[in-house]
Structures are given as C-alpha cells and as structure tokens.
C-alpha cells in the first residue's frame, strides 16, 4: 500500500465517522477530478456539474465504502458512472479533434509541439483508438492516477493497465514514425 | 519494437492536460459539500446501501400483494433522501422548489420548452430548449431573458452560470441560465425571453417532486452461454418506467455485450401482464430521476477476467394495475478479444479544380474473414468539418456491419506537403448500413487541394457472439390491489 492509499484510509475512516471531514479528501482529489472529467465533456459548467455530482455523491454513501480498493479508485469509479449517465443521454458527440482543439486553446500545447502536421496525424490516431483504450490514457494522463490505481477503475490489474499502456505507446509512436 | 517513451507519450499527456478547476468553483463546491456534512452529522445515517437493497426487496415482496401504489411510493420515497432533483442531480432539497412539469410553447416555426428549474436560497437555475431557431447560438445568449412572480417582482439574470450547446440529433439549442433566488413560498413564475416568450411556470417543492416515484431492486437474472443478463434496478414514475439492466460475461476473453446502440435497441421490449408491449423511449427527465435509485458507485470490481456493464432504459409508462412485467430481448451482440485488420491503397485523381458535389467512380474491395466491403463511390462534400471526399460503401446487411469497421486511413503520399490531412469514420453497427471515410482536402484559405491522393485504408473484423433470447420477468406492486 502506498503511503498516499494509507493516508486516505486514515482520511476515510475519519469522514466515516464524522462527514465534516470530508472536506480533506474533497481537496486531495478535486483537481484531478475536475481535470478528468473535462477532459471527457470539454465544457466547463458541465465539468463543474459533474464534479459536484460526483463529490456530493461520494459524501453521500461514504459509509458504504469499504477499502478493498483505494479510495481514489472508487471516487474515480461514481466519475465513470456519472459521465456514463452524462453521456447516455443526447449530448452533441465529441470528437477527440474538437477535445484538443480546446484543450489547445491555453497555448500549452501549442508551444510544445512546433509541427502541426504530427500533432494532427496522433489525434487522429487517438481518435481511432478503441473507447476503452482512450479511458486508459485520460485516466493516466489527465487525472494523473497510478497504473494500479487505473487498475482497481478499470477492473484489471496493475500489470495489465501498465502493458496496456505501454502497447497503446507503442503502437502510437509507430504509427507516428510511420509519417515523419 | 520502437520505443514507447517521449515524444509520444509528452504528446498524449500534453493532448490530455486539461485545465484546472478555478478557485473560485472549488470553494463553492467544497461549501457545499460542508453544508452537508454538516447535516449528515446531526442527523441519523441512513443504512448501508447493500444492506438495504436486500432489506428492501424483501419488504417489497412481502408488501406486494397489500400495499399499494401511493402508499408505497410514500413509504419508499424518503429513504432514497431528498437530493436529487429531477434533470439536474443532487442538491440540498431543504426550502428548494422545482419546476413541476416541463411546459412548452410553440411560435410560429419555434419550440421553446421549459424543461427543468431549480430554486433555493443559494440561486435559481433554468433549463430550456429551443427548436427551429433559425438564429446562432451566441445571438440567443444575448437575449435578454428574466423571471417574474405573479406579484411582478422582476428577476434578471445573474449570469453566475450560462450553458448553451445545440444538440446534433435534434438541432435543439439547450439552455442553462442562472437568477436570483425565487421567494421561498412561490408556486409560479414566468419566464420572459426575447423576442416575446412569456412561458407561465408551476412550482413544487423538492420533496414533493421525489414522491411520485416508486423503486424496486428485482435482481431477476437469466443467464445464455456465458451472459448473465439481470434486470437490478426498477424506478415507476407517473411518466414512464426506467430499467437498469446489467450484463456479466464471465468468458475469460472478455466478451463486452453491450444493449445500448441502434443494432440492439430495436428489439428490446418491455410487456405488461394486461398484453401491452412497448420499446425504449428517451426519456430524459426519467433517466436523472432514476440515476438515484442505482446502486453505485460499484463497491467492488468484478474479479479479473469478467465484464460486467450497466445501462439504463426507458419506457411509457405501465398501466397501474399491472403486476408482472417481461423484459424481451432475443438476441444481442458481444464482441471478442480477437480481431483481424486487413488494408488496402487506393488512388483518386480530383481534377485540377474540384469542387464540392463532384462525384468518382472508385472500385476499392476489401475482403475481411469472407465479407466483402465495397467502396465504389467518392463524393467531395461540405462537411461541418470541413470539405472533404467521402467515400461511401454498398450496403453491408446489419450482421455485416457489426463484424466489420474501418480502423484506419491514412494518407502517407499525400500529394500536398503540409496539407493537414484528417481522417473521419463510421462503422460499426451504423443505422445506415453503410461506412463511410472521409479525408480533408480544405487548405487553411478555403482553397480545394486537387490532384492525385492516396491513402491506405484499414478495415477491422471483430468477433461478434449474439446471445439470447432473454426474457427476465419481475413482479410490480400494482394500484388496483
């Protein structure tokens, strides 16, 4: 167990007991949350919703959480549900071009990839990636989560979500040497 | 292998850096979240969720044959807590106040449907949908909009929030505003937008609005070879039944059988006792009202190897006085592991100057686990996009199209250096029967690139396993009893 994971049981045993401390957790993870949920709906009142669901949520049935998983996981498994429940509605489909056109209008990304042409061609490869292989990525690099936490989301183990990744990387950057 | 370490992976994470939250939310919502803890400790914590499921199934059925609709609908009501409002999620239900149904008006060519609002003391939110504007989007943001009680106490808005989007089905524009809070005590309010809406509105409160709504937690399963099929969550709400079914596949490759999609979703039915059938409707209002009776979040993970899915549907409602209900489906698909990937180049001449409508013969066959997928026509368009050549396949018959998809395009001698070559698809179980791919040949000027392109493309076949038929049937407390 990471001290990180030993630190939230502590966190969560404490809010179990008395909701008022919740609000430690609540900080811990509302960065990342935020951050992985508007890399999904690209809107910031949306995000700022679904956050809000997903944290008054998690208050709500603290006591039924037991820590078999890590505490990150598990917030971040109500995260899937809500944004399932989000997404099974009729919402206009995101295409992952328009997710990075917003996500590239802060300039970051701008200056760090000079040629537009490759930054084009791996967007369109992400966009052909299977949904669950883009979650896998979202999650590692959006919320910032561990392979093992990815793991105890996603319903598979640490070793898997690593390979996982890793294959995905690979399979990317081949593709991508491929064009230059 | 080549290695898998920067630049890709820096890209990814650079494509994926999404911004952070502003202060200013994480305050608010960390109040919020104070507020109820701080009601969640003093008062009694409602039972462990599992726990109650069971409990509550139990009582259920042993309430059946005696207790009846209202009746039941009150019992249950206040154990699922008061916070969560109907189209919008959970709030503290204390002094709130909902729209109590969604009122539309019709002007000339426009739809304009009040479809949700929410007021408390902390703000009042407004949700409304707009058909058949012929105006932009950011011209009806600039409208000038306002509440008014009876009492004509003005409300305008406080633009503490504003969400517009247009929905690509329907093309209706979909609106979030935000106003002051409403006087506690109202029951009407009128909205106002320009040009000349003027939209009378009933309001009740919160919990009035959780008790029309009745919860059962069936667990009726039925299992096909390796798909264990059950119907777990049922809500009965004056406006239509929602369903949370799940799906468990227990083969060790990973079956993923999903309902939800067009291929599936014709061929669901939900049958009464009385003989009344009836498929999936979209209901949206019902969905959200639902949402609070799933058990989630997952409490565990289903061990290695399975897949387990949840997916919610929506009905008309059933008749008060009927007892058993069937849910039909006799086939869905699953997809395997396994898959195979066969690609072909294809070579198209636009011409010097071409323009969008022109059309091309192009014979491009492609051969996957014995389908045959033909492309035999290109046409340039003029996508949302952007102009592009899509290129459009014969028909594939429904099986067909669920076996095979294009994974890939891609334009390696592209004859235009630095043109920005991008790639769209369709495939998959598409209610066209056809797929499509698309690439830009748009320059940043608007200019049209003519010439020779070549690109390859790569076709993928998945294992597809149907399974079924399914007919799970529970019982349901019914009003006449």
Known sequence: ???????DYALVAAAQTDPRRFRTLYERYANSMYRYIFVHVQDRPTAEDLTSQVFLQALEHLPDYRPTGSFSAWLFTIARNSLRSYFRKPHPALSLDEEMDVVSANGELLDFIEQREQIVHLISLLE????????????????????????????????AVKMAIHRVLDDLQEKMGVME | MMNSQPPVEEMVRSLYQAPQAEQQFLDSLGRRLDKRAVQLATTRRRPGRRWWIYAGSVALLVALGWLAWQPVARAIGPLFGYDFIEGVGLVPTEGV???????????????????????????????????????????????????ETPDQQKFEPTNDAFSARVDRDSGAIIVMQTFPPLPPEATQVSFYAAPD???????????????????????????DHAVRLCVTTVALADEGIYLVVQSESTDPNAFRFELIGDWNMERITLVDDLGHQRTPTYLPNLLELGEMAVEEPAASEPPDGRVLIQEALTFEPVPKDATILTLHIPAFSGRKGERMITQKTLTIDLGEAPQVGDTFEIDLRMT??????????????????GVMVLLTSRPLDEIKRCEVRVVDVSLPDSSAPGNTSRTTMTGGCSVTGEMQIGFDIEHDDGSLQGGTHTFTVRLEAVDVVTVGPFEITWAVPSAEQ
């Open chain 1, 128 to 159: 052909l990636l299977e949904e669950d292989k883009r979650e896998l990525l979202r999650l590692r690099y959006a919320s910032g989560l561990t392979y093992r936490e990815i793991g105890e989301v996603v319903g598979r183990a640490e070793g």
């Open chain 1, 1 to 7: 167990m990471s001290d990180s994971s030993a630190d």
């Open chain 2, 197 to 223: 809406w003027h939209i009378r509105l009933e309001l009740r409160s919160a919990t009035e609005a959780a008790q029309n709504l009745m919860v059962l937690y069936p667990d009726a399963c039925q299992t």
């Open chain 2, 368 to 385: 996957i686990r014995g389908i045959e997928v033909v492309f035999d026509q290109a046409e340039i368009i003029d996508d949302p996009n």
């Open chain 2, 97 to 147: 106040r909902t729209l109590a149904a969604p009122v539309a008006q019709i002007q000339g060519t426009e739809i304009l449907m009040v479809t949700q609002l929410v007021t408390s003391a902390e703000g009042t939110r407004l949700w409304y949908r707009l058909e058949g504007a012929d105006r932009p989007l950011n011209e009806l943001a600039l409208d000038p909009a306002w509440l």
